[in-house]
Nanobody
Framework: QVQPVESGGGLVQPGGSLGLSCTTS????????IGWFRQAPGKEREFVAA????????WNGEPARGRFTIALDAARNTVYLQMYRLKPEDTAVYFC????????????????????WGQGTQVTVSS
């Protein structure tokens, strides 16, 4: 099984950029869909973006559209989430997850579709 491990969180000023990485110990991500979710204090976990490894096809949720980019590097067995023009409301713990997920939007965006989760990395957008 896969075990996602996130890295790259931190403090960034509004309008800045930050990149997150997700890799795995154990087996590779090959065949899985990798998703990024986030959870702000007092709020429910929210879908950000996902990428289907076998066809290298991204799917962006509302927070990601126009500002975030999800990409994979198969050679490094890593998925990246590059975030631009960050806002204070992007402050959250960002989680990487992997699963055997169907292709519908509902399945891609549901955290119930993902079986394996990382511990999360904190992103704080503040001046």
């Amino acid at each position: 099984q896969v075990q996602p491990v996130e890295s790259g969180g931190g403090l960034v000023q509004p309008g800045g950029s930050l990149g997150l990485s997700c890799t795995t110990s154990g087996r590779t991500f090959s065949g899985y869909t990798i998703g990024w979710f986030r959870q702000a204090p007092g709020k429910e976990r929210e879908f950000v973006a996902a990428i289907r490894w076998y066809i290298n096809s991204p799917w962006n949720g509302e927070p990601a559209r126009g500002r975030f980019t999800i990409a994979l590097d198969a050679a490094r067995n890593t998925v990246y989430l590059q975030m631009y023009r960050l806002k204070p409301e992007d402050t959250a713990v960002y989680f990487c997850a992997a699963g055997l997920v169907g292709d519908s939007a509902q399945e891609l965006e549901s955290d119930r579709s993902y079986s394996y989760w990382g511990q999360g990395t904190q992103v704080t957008v503040s001046s």
